[in-house]
């Protein structure tokens, strides 16, 4: 399953990477939201995109927006995955789309759980 990882930090997006790999998933980068854009729009179809907030050219809230407002990019599941730690932010991103809301710093057992609150990573069940 592949995934988008959208942050203007190199190391943001290594480390997010990186945990996604360890979790299965084949992740692609993007250091903003209108270098994602260009992969979607070129053929890429990841199955989750987390998506940073500030971000030069293209924010993380407007991606968010624009993905939504393409029908074939509908079924995407959209996390945010941000310093941004407001209520009001963590509303605005869920209102315009987005499925969860993972605010850094995280460790990877908050991503893990997150995923598979959405579905897309197994339950890991202890013995």
Not at 16 to 42: F, N, T
Not at 51 to 78: I, K
Not at 106 to 125: N, Q, S, Y
Request: aromatic share 4%; with cysteine; net charge negative.
């Amino acid at each position: 399953m592949r995934a988008l990882v959208i942050d203007d930090s190199r190391a943001m997006r290594r480390i997010v990477s990186g945990i996604l790999k360890d979790l299965g998933l084949e992740p692609y980068e993007a250091e903003h939201g209108q270098a994602a854009l260009a992969l979607l729009e070129d053929g890429l179809d990841p199955a989750l995109a987390c998506v940073d907030w500030n971000m030069p050219v293209m924010d993380g809230l407007t991606f968010v927006t624009s993905v939504r407002a393409r029908p074939q990019w509908r079924s995407m599941t959209l996390m945010m995955v941000t310093t941004e730690s407001e209520q009001s932010q963590i509303v605005r991103a869920l209102a315009a789309g987005a499925h969860e809301y993972l605010i850094k710093p995280f460790t990877p057992d908050a991503m893990r759980a997150k995923l598979e609150i959405l579905g897309l990573v197994r339950t890991e069940t202890h013995a």
